[in-house]
């Protein structure tokens, strides 16, 4: 999978959580969501630290392309801070392309460190209504496997 790719995903990821955030807490940006939901099943895969560290890399890689991440901080428990920072300070579609590039890069080290087979399925386990097999397509607002 290449950065074009992982970019890809990151959206389609930022996409099925701003339409499930439509029903839920819309105060919560879709990007805060998706590193939430991510959050959990890494924590077992790496422990505490060691997400924090993935996601700290992630940040820092971010802030490189999205320099408003600046005021975004990880808590001790590896959950996000300050993500709501991003609104005040940029437009609604700046905020939004900062969170899928900082998700981007989540998942292009995801796909260094385990390999493109674990974070697929990975994905999967997050998000089990919704298909992720390189083949992704938009109908109704609901990620849907091709045919």
């Not at 560290?53 to 808590?75: G, N």
């Not at 990975?122 to 938009?138: C, I, K, T």
């Amino acid at each position: 999978m290449s950065i074009q790719e992982s970019r890809h995903l990151a959206q389609r990821l930022l996409a099925y959580e701003a339409v499930a955030g439509e029903n839920s807490e819309p105060a919560e940006s879709a990007a805060f969501r998706v590193c939430a939901k991510l959050r959990r099943p890494l924590i077992t895969l790496a422990g505490v630290a060691g997400f924090r560290s993935l996601l700290s890399r992630a940040l820092t890689l971010a802030k490189a392309e999205a320099p408003s991440l600046s005021a975004v901080q990880i808590a001790a428990d590896g959950s996000l801070k300050d993500l709501d920072a991003l609104e005040p300070q940029t437009d609604k579609e700046q905020a939004r392309d900062a969170g899928a590039i900082l998700i981007a890069q989540l998942i292009g080290l995801l796909l260094t460190f385990i390999g493109e087979g674990l974070t697929l399925r990975l994905v999967q386990d997050v998000w089990p209504e919704a298909a992720f097999d390189g083949r992704v397509s938009e109908k109704r607002g609901m990620l849907e496997r091709t045919r």
